[in-house]
């Protein structure tokens, strides 16, 4: 029993590869999620995100997040970053928990894909002046 093989069609899984490219944002700076490698994603624009997570310091929970919004803008531009407009991917603002040191997330509905995306830190724990501390 000889047996042949032949081929009929072919299957391209689209997405990062390799999966573990962990991007770091650190508070009170612009983060950038450029330079994602994988097959057939488009170059400056980040395909089907549903979700996203974060950590905590979890020090003293004084300065952790309370409260955030993840916003998507389709007509940022560096040289007038003012002018963009952002629209926030969930209906209501996302809550972490505070004092925790394990993977907060939130996810929405529907896979958002946009050019930009923004962290939107609208509430923390501790003072007012206390600047929100992600875990770095």
Known sequence: GGESYMMVG???LV?????AQDRTCVSGQT?????????????????DVSGFRFKQDATTGQFDIREYQIQVSYN??????????WTSVTSSPCSAVQGESA??????SASVAA????WLITQKWGQNSDPPKPRE
């Not at 940022?76 to 407009?85: K, L, T």
């Open 10 to 12: 072919e299957v391209l």
């Open 115 to 118: 050019p930009y995306w923004r």
């Open 103 to 108: 993977w907060q997330t939130c996810t929405w």
């Open 76 to 85: 940022f531009d560096s040289a007038n970053p003012n002018a963009a407009v």
């Open 31 to 47: 983060c950038t999620f450029h330079n994602i490698i994988g097959d057939s994603i488009q170059p400056y624009k980040t395909v």
């Open 15 to 19: 997405g990062p590869a390799p999966l």
